[in-house]
């Protein structure tokens, strides 16, 4: 990544990329929300095996291909949208066709093809994502990349915070309503994200001398990051529905602590970008490697109710470090010639995390 201090921090783009990142976390909620339901309404849930595995296949492979696909054409043409904008077209037309087949009876010609949709969505869902977000280097200077940073983080972990109340109201517009609500935010976020982003000068320096390719460091910290997002959203629920029932009897389900973490994560972002910036990349996010460590040791290893909160809070503080910090220090490990490509790499192995993980409990 070429070090550009000059270069000022156009917040119109990474407001409009936070945007298009809110349209991307509403819709994995609600398709994670609605397949099980569309495979046993339609009787294909003896597909839903394949689909997990195409999914962490997908969720693998895709990010760096298109990547290599987009340094591609930045290379060749100056250009920087094709493959985001081919992304978001296909994964609108998919929401639309979706909707249009569960509607009414006079597409049930499109039921039968209702597992390839299904597959193609996770496609073209994941061929816009890295794109888009490597261009974030382009809206601020290697030292405020943090910063644009929090706004993202900030957007995003608010969002999957928000899941039961998103969930709730995905139930109340129903199936259809919900794939077209979908299809629009993609469609209506992608246009001004390509809108703001066409007012700035995109240049990447792909000539430049010196610059290296540490891909170990890129997966290390995707690792990290989607280890973290992982066991706070599928191993500690259960951890503290156990240990904090006590405490707090009317907190039914576990997933609401880890709304409550992911909250105050999202909301510790923007001010934590401040400090991470002031501290460095590199050293914060292995602060915040620490903390979370101690914190997810502080909750796995103890029962008295007092230390699991206030390990809770640090995890919270943690992450938000972790996640200002990674994607920045990602970046500064990729070349401007591979910086879409280091950018999949980066998102793949966040998936990688997740998906090992799952596998395991």
């Given at each position: 990544?070429?070090?550009?201090?000059?270069?000022?921090?156009?917040?119109?783009?990474?407001?409009?990329?936070?945007?298009?990142?809110?349209?991307?976390?509403?819709?994995?909620?609600?398709?994670?929300?609605?397949?099980?339901?569309?495979?046993?309404?339609?009787?294909?849930?003896?597909?839903?095996?394949?689909?997990?595995?195409?999914?962490?296949?997908?969720?693998?492979?895709?990010?760096?291909?298109?990547?290599?696909?987009?340094?591609?054409?930045?290379?060749?043409?100056?250009?920087?949208?094709?493959?985001?904008?081919?992304?978001?077209?296909?994964?609108?037309?998919?929401?639309?066709?979706?909707?249009?087949?569960?509607?009414?009876?006079?597409?049930?010609?499109?039921?039968?093809?209702?597992?390839?949709?299904?597959?193609?969505?996770?496609?073209?869902?994941?061929?816009?994502?890295?794109?888009?977000?490597?261009?974030?280097?382009?809206?601020?200077?290697?030292?405020?990349?943090?910063?644009?940073?929090?706004?993202?983080?900030?957007?995003?972990?608010?969002?999957?915070?928000?899941?039961?109340?998103?969930?709730?109201?995905?139930?109340?517009?129903?199936?259809?309503?919900?794939?077209?609500?979908?299809?629009?935010?993609?469609?209506?976020?992608?246009?001004?994200?390509?809108?703001?982003?066409?007012?700035?000068?995109?240049?990447?320096?792909?000539?430049?001398?010196?610059?290296?390719?540490?891909?170990?460091?890129?997966?290390?910290?995707?690792?990290?990051?989607?280890l973290i997002f992982a066991l706070i959203n599928q191993v500690l629920p259960d951890i503290w529905q156990g240990k904090l029932s006590g405490m707090f009897p009317g907190v039914s389900e576990g997933g609401v602590y880890a709304s409550v973490v992911l909250a105050l994560a999202a909301l510790g972002a923007l001010p934590l970008s401040y400090r991470v910036r002031k501290g460095g990349v590199e050293?914060?996010?292995?602060?915040?490697?620490?903390?979370?460590?101690?914190?997810?040791?502080?909750?796995?290893?103890?029962?008295?109710?007092?230390?699991?909160?206030?390990?809770?809070?640090?995890?919270?503080?943690?992450?938000?470090?972790?996640?200002?910090?990674?994607?920045?220090?990602?970046?500064?490990?990729?070349?401007?010639?591979?910086?879409?490509?280091?950018?999949?790499?980066?998102?793949?192995?966040?998936?990688?995390?997740?998906?090992?993980?799952?596998?395991?409990?």
């Amino acid at each position: 990544m070429t070090n550009t201090a000059e270069r000022k921090i156009n917040w119109p783009q990474i407001w409009s990329l936070a945007a298009l990142n809110a349209a991307v976390a509403i819709s994995w909620i609600a398709y994670h929300e609605y397949q099980p339901r569309l495979l046993e309404k339609f009787d294909f849930t003896h597909y839903a095996g394949f689909l997990a595995i195409t999914q962490a296949i997908v969720m693998f492979l895709i990010p760096p291909v298109a990547g290599r696909i987009g340094d591609y054409f930045i290379k060749r043409d100056s250009n920087y949208f094709i493959v985001s904008t081919i992304g978001i077209s296909v994964t609108a037309m998919i929401f639309m066709a979706v909707a249009f087949s569960i509607s009414d009876v006079s597409f049930a010609f499109l039921h039968g093809v209702l597992p390839v949709m299904i597959v193609l969505w996770l496609i073209s869902m994941n061929v816009f994502h890295s794109p888009a977000n490597s261009m974030v280097e382009l809206f601020a200077s290697e030292r405020d990349l943090p910063l644009a940073m929090g706004i993202i983080v900030l957007i995003t972990d608010l969002i999957y915070s928000l899941e039961p109340m998103v969930v709730a109201l995905v139930d109340y517009l129903g199936s259809t309503l919900t794939f077209v609500t979908g299809g629009v935010l993609i469609v209506v976020s992608g246009y001004f994200f390509r809108k703001t982003s066409g007012k700035v000068e995109l240049k990447r320096d792909l000539e430049a001398k010196g610059q290296t390719n540490n891909y170990p460091k890129v997966i290390a910290v995707g690792l990290l990051s989607g280890l973290i997002f992982a066991l706070i959203n599928q191993v500690l629920p259960d951890i503290w529905q156990g240990k904090l029932s006590g405490m707090f009897p009317g907190v039914s389900e576990g997933g609401v602590y880890a709304s409550v973490v992911l909250a105050l994560a999202a909301l510790g972002a923007l001010p934590l970008s401040y400090r991470v910036r002031k501290g460095g990349v590199e050293s914060s996010l292995i602060v915040g490697a620490l903390i979370s460590a101690a914190a997810v040791a502080g909750i796995m290893l103890t029962g008295q109710p007092l230390i699991i909160v206030a390990s809770t809070v640090a995890l919270a503080l943690g992450f938000s470090i972790v996640a200002v910090s990674s994607f920045p220090y990602a970046l500064m490990n990729i070349s401007d010639r591979n910086a879409t490509f280091g950018a999949g790499v980066f998102f793949a192995f966040v998936e990688v995390a997740d998906n090992l993980l799952n596998a395991l409990v």
